[in-house]
Structures are given as C-alpha cells and as structure tokens.
C-alpha cells in the first residue's frame, strides 16, 4: 500500500509586513496545501529574512486562516524553556481549533544562540536538550502537572491549558543524525529530513541525497526496534531543502516519486517568491497531490 500524500508550504521568509504573510497563507489554503509551516529563528541569524516571532505569527494565522495546519518548522531548544514552548502550542492549538503541529530540532544556530545570551553548545548535549525539553512538552500538553528537579530544564508544578487535540498536538522532530534519530524514535509522531541535503554548506546530489536519507531510515527503524516501536507510527516528512524539485512540474514529481518509495508521506515546499518557480509549486497542488492522494 502506498503511503499517504500531504503538502505543505514553507512560508520563508516570514518578514513585514503581517498582510504579506497572511497572503501566502490564504493562498496556500486555496489551493488545497495541508499544512502551513513557519521559521522559529530569530532576526540575528537570518536577518532580511525573519521579522516575526513564530508562535504570534501562527497565533494571528490561527484567526485569519480556517481549515490549514499550522506548525513550526522548526523551534530550537535554545530560544525557550519546554513549560513556554508548551503554553504557546497549547495557545495556538485552542487557537486554531486544533491545526497545530510542533515541530522542533536541536538548532544551535550560533547567531540565534548569541541572540538570547546563550553560549554554542556541543552537537550532543543539544540532542539531550532535545529529549528532554520534548519529554516535558508531551507531558505538559496531555495535561500533567510536571516537576523536574535536575536536568537541563528544572520547573516545579508546571501545568498548561489543555489543547484541543487529543491527546495533544503531533510533535514532528527534524533529525538528521543517529542520536536525533534516537530522539524521534523515542518521542516524534512525524520524523521530518531534509532528504539528505545538508543544513549548511555544499549541497550533493540527488543519488547521494537519497543515499543519505536511505541510511537515516534504517537508522531510524533500527531505533525504534530497540525500544520495541512500530516505526510504522511514525509519519514521514520532508523538507524540500536543496531539493531541486522547483526546476520543473516533470522535476518536482520525480522527487516525490523517489522519496515516496522510502515511506514519506508529508512533502514541505518552500513558497519561493519567484513566478515561474511559483507555478511550479502551484501545479503541486492542483494537479501532483490529486494524483499521488488516489494513487
């Protein structure tokens, strides 16, 4: 059986004004996306490019938008304590109705980093940031109260709203690496990959990309197994980094086309602004997610 098919656009960048990114939004409700995903980074490490925090941007989304799914893509451990990241899903989650999606990662941006006063942090102790903070959150958002004496993030008698969802909103974890992967396995409902691209540096090429995302797979089975997890319960999403699928309507479907075959079911665009690459993305959904939704 073949997996399900959802989009998603990235709204990127999210700058001022407000009505430029409710445009995007509406547009992308329009034309029949399922998902609407924003930056959680901050001003200092992608000037000219992010002018608004992520979770007020979705709370506005939330009002002025009525069917889409709303997420982050994705909140760094290093901007928020896990007691606000849970208020504020909670918030857009009631919101919304219950179009809320958490996306989080490790970050570690340096400039986001030097943004709030936070020193860089070594790779693996921003993994057990990640499996922590996402611990607390699950458990914050079914709605226990949480005390936490040591750790990275102690809080004592935390609580939050409840949600709309049931039995909260989905947690996607972006993970790239073995101890990320470890952490989705353990805590995600959707895995997010950026298809094997790098965050950074010199893109690779297609067969390497795929190559690359092959092995983060059978990592992430592997994982799952050692905690006794149906890797099936886990969503597969990607993140159109790097990709090259805005080259052509014939480019973009391969993409899907390859990826598909590894299990993934949720395709993330980004909006590019650009009206020929506009299009592109356009025919995704009048006219590849149709064929992939029955196929």
Known sequence: MAPAFRIGLYAFPQVAPYAAMLDVARRAEGLGFDSLWVADETPIAYPGTIGFEAFTSLGALARDTTRIMLGTLVTPVVLRHPLLTAMAAATVDQASGG?????????????????????????AELVERL??????????????????????????????????????????????????????????????????????????????????????????GEACAAIGRDPA???????AWRSGAYASIDAVEEWVGQYRELGFEDFIFIWPGEPAKDAVVEHVASDIAPRFRVG
């Open 131 to 220: 499996d922590e903070q996402l611990d607390t959150i699950d458990r914050l958002l079914r709605g226990e109260t949480v005390t936490r004496e040591g750790g990275f993030y102690p809080t004592r008698d935390a609580v939050v709203e409840r949600p709309v969802q049931e039995p909260r909103p989905a947690l996607l974890v972006a993970a790239q690496g073995r101890r990320s992967l470890e952490v989705a396995a353990r805590r995600a409902d959707i895995w997010n990959s950026t298809g094997g691209q790098p965050i950074v540096g010199d893109p690779v090429t297609r067969a390497e990309a795929l190559a690359v995302t092959r092995r983060h797979c059978d990592i992430l």
């Open 99 to 123: 179009r809320f999606i958490l996306g989080m990662g490790v970050g570690g941006v340096p400039a986001d980093n030097a943004g709030v006063g936070e020193p860089n942090r070594p790779a």
């Open 233 to 239: 319960t886990i969503r597969r999403s990607l993140f």
